[in-house]
Nanobody
Framework: QVQLVESGGGLAQAGGSLRLSCAAS????????TRWYRQAPGKERERVAT???????NYAESVKGRFTISRDNAKNTAYLQMNSLKPEGTAVYYC??????????????WGQGTQVTVSS
């Protein structure tokens, strides 16, 4: 069993910064692609950023230049540094990871989400 736990959400002012963490634990052999998603009230969940096992990154147009995704493979942890936050960034942020377990089963896991609220 694998668990993903997000942390670091909270309240920030517009223009401010927050750093989210996604810690994976359990019977992990390797973590492949990790993604951050967000879901605002009344809206569909959208992908925010992606980082591959090799460190390649990709961002939604709405966050390019402001958000940075990274990962620490030794700690099985991914991060999302969010700068220049905007009120429209208010959402629940979810971590998603493609994980190969010790049993050599590969599947996608989701965290429980962390609330980010940006005030204007």
């Amino acid at each position: 069993q694998v668990q993903l736990v997000e942390s670091g959400g909270g309240l920030a002012q517009a223009g401010g910064s927050l750093r989210l963490s996604c810690a994976a634990s359990g019977s992990i052999f390797s973590i492949n692609t990790t993604r951050w998603y967000r879901q605002a009230p009344g809206k569909e969940r959208e992908r925010v950023a992606t980082v591959t096992s090799g460190g390649s990154t990709n961002y939604a147009e709405s966050v390019k230049g402001r958000f940075t995704i990274s990962r620490d493979n030794a700690k099985n942890t991914a991060y999302l540094q969010m700068n220049s936050l905007k009120p429209e960034g208010t959402a629940v942020y979810y971590c998603n990871a493609l994980v190969t377990t010790d049993a050599t089963i590969t599947r996608t896991y989701w965290g429980q989400g962390t609330q980010v609220t940006v005030s204007s």
